[in-house]
């Protein structure tokens, strides 16, 4: 059974903390990626990852910087944590493109700042 | 104007209704699209893929007119189990770039 596994399901924060969440999948994609979710909004990109130590920006990438260390493992941090980052962070990842690829997310964490 | 469109619902129906999501997407060169369930508190999961000639899936249709550009799901004799929130993804060059609708939101009621 495919697995993408982040670290939390809940976190709270406080105003200006570096936050870390981490995300594990043992699918060997190449592809990983960091939403959040909001309401009305939908899901939007962070970041995303097509390999070890490459990073791309998503829609939204201000206040957030991302890691990826081993292939296995991608992890979002906020520099400076603040209440307008309260949110769902969805980690998921993909096989490479060729075709209607489906993408696995992780249980999701629910982070407050407060 | 957003890049994909979904109208936010709530559909409430009852059991064994059929209920039907439209979902519109603005980039004309989008490659690949899909229909994603959210249970409450739960992580998207991949419903089924879309392609041009339609397919089906059990209880489950989806359509894509490219023409239009929108996509469809239908749900035939809709079930308690139902019940989640629906994603339309739509990946423009189909390159992992997948961008989501903010979802379609179904209560299926005895």
């Known amino acids: 059974d495919v697995k993408v596994t982040q670290s939390s399901r809940y976190l709270v924060k406080r105003t200006g903390e570096k936050v870390f969440l981490e995300c594990v999948q043992d699918m060997d994609h190449e592809n990983m990626f960091w939403y959040r979710q909001d309401p009305g909004l939908g899901l939007r990109l962070i970041y995303f990852s097509y390999d070890v130590k490459m990073k791309e920006k998503g829609d939204i990438p201000e206040g957030y910087s991302v890691s990826r260390e081993k292939k296995e493992r991608f992890s979002l941090i906020l520099e400076s944590a603040s209440t307008n980052q309260t949110s769902m962070y969805l980690c998921?990842?993909?096989?490479?493109?060729?075709?209607?690829?489906?993408?696995?997310f992780g249980q999701g964490t629910r982070l407050t700042v407060v | 104007r957003k890049e994909v469109e979904q109208d936010p619902g709530p559909f409430n129906v009852p059991e064994g209704a059929t209920v039907a999501f439209n979902c519109t997407y603005s980039?004309?060169?989008?490659?690949?699209f899909f229909w994603y369930r959210q249970d409450c508190r739960k992580e998207p999961k991949l419903l089924m893929s879309v392609y041009s000639s339609g397919n089906e899936d059990g209880r489950f249709t989806a359509q894509l007119n490219r023409a239009s550009q929108y996509i469809s799901l239908l749900i035939r004799d809709s079930k308690l189990s139902d019940s989640a929130t629906y994603l339309c993804v739509v990946d423009p060059y189909n390159n992992n770039d997948m961008r989501f609708g903010a979802g379609t939101r179904l209560t299926v009621k005895p």
């Open positions: 998921a990842s993909r096989p490479p493109p060729g075709g209607a690829t489906e993408a696995f």
């Open positions: 980039n004309s060169a989008s490659q690949s």
